[in-house]
């Protein structure tokens, strides 16, 4: 390789990684509102399911992007209109193909945040979700949260 293809390959990784970075401190500049709603999937489901955004049922809102940090994957959902997100979530377990389903919904904000419901639809048999929620902040700039921390069967 010359210097001339060096520098090209070096200018466009630079590119590539400038990229992922301005959408990453867009999608955080996005989140300091309580109009959007972060869905955190946990490492530990991520380890023995798929989730793919293609699967994903928006009944209101949009996907506004995921990220990758420290091993969870973080969903952020806007709210359209006069609806806060409504999404159904679908896993697919990787040893047998077995689905678990949850619906997140966070009400739509206006002055105040929107109150979040969490609805596990399926889980594996004898199974349950784990999740935690935390509401947002209109005051405090402040998005709604979902952790799914795991589906697990009842004896783990």
Not at 49 to 62: C, L, P
Not at 86 to 109: S, W
Not at 141 to 152: E, F, I, K, P, R
């Amino acid at each position: 390789m010359d210097m001339h293809q060096s520098s090209i390959i070096t200018v466009l990784l630079g590119c590539v990684f400038a990229t992922q970075a301005d959408a990453s401190n867009k999608l955080d500049s996005l989140a300091d509102s309580c109009t959007i709603l972060v869905v955190h999937i946990s490492e530990r489901i991520l380890d023995d399911y798929i989730i793919t955004v293609d699967q994903m049922v928006i009944e209101h809102g949009y996907l506004e992007g995921f990220q990758t940090k420290y091993g969870k994957k973080n969903y952020l959902f806007s709210q359209a209109e006069m609806f806060g997100p409504d999404v159904t979530l679908p896993f697919i377990r990787k040893t047998d193909g077995e689905k678990a389903t949850i619906r997140v919904q966070q009400n739509f904000c206006f002055w105040e945040a929107g109150s979040i419901t969490v609805k596990p639809i399926r889980a594996p048999i004898g199974g349950k979700w784990e999740y935690r929620t935390r509401e947002g902040s209109w005051m405090d700039n402040q998005h709604g949260d979902v952790w799914l921390d795991q589906v697990s069967l009842n004896n783990n």
